[in-house]
């Protein structure tokens, strides 16, 4: 199944927005805050272009209106992206939203289906890997 992910800011004004697969109808926040950076992580290393659009900020890198500039195109480590995901989540650094209700954490399981909205809204500036 695939679900929409939405960027949007304090205001509601939406700023990007992803679709991710995920293989069950019950599935936890950790595993849709994998499943998108992941998704994000992988796009970007395939192509490696000039700005990086995603969740965390990769290190070394300068925020634009366009992205996330790398000062060195180089391959972002998926992994170390998702750990730092992780921790800001816990340390409040966005919220997500699933069908306009907050999830309160990693382990908290969401049933899924195709009507399902999930939002990411950013509290603080985000740096990664």
Sequence with gaps: MTITIKDESLTGDILNQIQIAVENE??????IITARV???VKAYNKKLPEYFKGLIR????????????LKKRKKIDIEQQTFIAFDAFQKNGYLVLIDDQQAESLEQEVLV?????????KLTPLVGG
């Design 26 to 31: 019950i599935v936890t926040v950790k595993d």
């Design 38 to 40: 992941s998704a994000e």
């Design 58 to 69: 990769p290190t070394a890198s300068e925020k634009t209106l366009n992205g996330y500039k």
């Design 113 to 121: 289906a195709k009507t399902t909205t999930v939002s990411f809204v």
